[in-house]
């Protein structure tokens, strides 16, 4: 072991040094100061003094992988933890939701096109979409049956382009506009049953067809749709 010395503070009568040892044997670095055996491993004065000034006489050396070591292990636990606590909100999420106890099933019937212009992609899209968002956020399980306690059907009811945007007297911006028509039964609870239209607009520029919009802005318009359904039928999570 080879020890360097380089002083980083004055002591009251000494100079208080950091001492670096190169283990020539390992090849590894480690760090310590001087201490005193009499107080608890502190830096401390030797009774035994050389011109008036008293020595320090123990190296605490602290090993460098110990402390990486340490280190990686904390950080660990600390992933180990999150990911629990992130699965297990997940799990509460699902299984402690509001939905009343008894609820168990639902059924989402097929979301028929009534529009003057049909988007022959938008009808199967937004069912099979309402399925697997309830199915992943939710406990309840997907059934087929007429005795569904959530019974969720409806419709495209209004699929236009208006112009949203004039600039030098010619169209900048258009807006397609999407109407769809909820329908909601609880078969357990009648007067929880319900229908709702909803709307959403969606801009492109008027250099578009509506074919390159439509491409564009397609898993915007089932996302929006969807999630609309979603919070109508579940607006009190």
Known sequence: MILKTKK???????????VVGEDTDHGRASVGVLTDRNQERKFGMHPKTV?????????????????RHRLYLLVSCLLIMTVFNFA???????????????IKTFRVNYFENKSRYVNPQLSPQLTEKMKQKIINTTRLRQTNDDNAHYDISGYVSDYNVSTSGISANNASTNRLSVSFHLIFKNTLDEKKNFETDLSNNFDFPATQTLEQAQAALFPEITKNIVDGIFNKIFSNW
């Open 8 to 18: 980083i503070g004055v002591y009251p009568r000494l100079s208080q040094e950091q």
């Open 51 to 67: 011109n008036g000034d008293p020595l320090p006489i123990e190296l605490s050396i602290v090993d460098n992988g110990h402390l």
């Open 88 to 102: 297990t909100c997940k799990y509460s999420f699902k299984d402690t939701s509001p939905i009343p106890e008894e």
